[in-house]
């Protein structure tokens, strides 16, 4: 191991982390060698780590779980050669970057592994509301079906607009809410446990809301505070407000009420910490 400063950037699926990395990128920030490209709902990049985003993919894959990280439990052991795998993708970031940061969502299920392998880590959590997320997923979903039906002609097409569209988001939400919702609430409480075991000086949690305004001072944090080496970038440049989804009444499709009970805690735990 060096003395490199790294940098984790933390959040739930959709809930602006590739924004954050990318503006961090425009910063001058390390964030990875290959990334992601582009795709429905995300349409400037992913700025995803293509050796942490297939890493946690492969481990995912040998317990048999869906490899999108879409699970409402964080994974609590990780075999020799799961663990050796991640200290090795370490190593190597470490070997050739004086500063550097990732960002995967799915990395959430693991933190109590990186915590461990990388104790002087500094984390940067972005905090998006449950109901901004759940929507958010919902719709990409259905953008994906939508777009697809858009590149058909005739009557696919035709019943596409007349018969299925109308009542597509309203399946989706009676299919997806709760399941979304308990994933949600997953990865955030192994956000919440994991900053309880951290120095308080370890991380700084921002509302996905407030970075519009607070960039200045998120940069300020990480540059006079952390010490890592950047140049401010304009983070009106990467920001664009047209591509966030509607949110939808989510609440109505739960099942569980007691869910979103948990949720509304949890999110108040967080946000205390901002």
Known sequence: MTDSKVLVITGM???????????????????????????IGNEDGHFEDLDFYQYHKNVLKDYHLPEDGMIDEPLVTLSDGQLHEMRKLVNQKNATQQQWAWKEPRTCLFLDHYRQLLPEARYLVIL??????????????????????SQKKGF?????????????????LNKHSEHFLRVW??????????????NPAQYLVVDHTALS??????????????????????YK?????????KILDIG????????????????????VMV
């Open 156 to 172: 696919p097409k035709f019943f596409w607009e007349y018969f299925k569209k109308p009542f597509r988001k309203r399946l989706l």
């Open 213 to 234: 305004d607070n960039n200045k001072q998120v940069f300020e944090h990480l540059s006079d505070t952390w010490d890592f080496k950047l140049e401010y970038y304009n």
């Open 128 to 149: 998006r509301d449950y109901r901004s997320v759940v929507s958010s997923l919902i719709s990409r979903i259905y953008s994906r079906t939508s777009y697809k039906y």
């Open 185 to 198: 609430i997953a990865y955030n409480e192994a956000i919440l446990h994991h900053l309880q075991q951290l």
């Open 13 to 39: 699926h959709r809930s602006g982390t590739s924004l954050l990395t990318q503006w961090l990128y425009k910063c001058g920030m390390h964030v990875g060698d290959h990334f992601m490209g582009a795709g």
């Open 252 to 271: 109505h499709y739960v099942k569980d009420k007691s869910l979103l009970v948990k949720a509304n805690d949890l999110q108040e735990q967080l946000k």
């Open 237 to 245: 440049n990467v920001y664009k407000e047209n591509l966030l989804s």
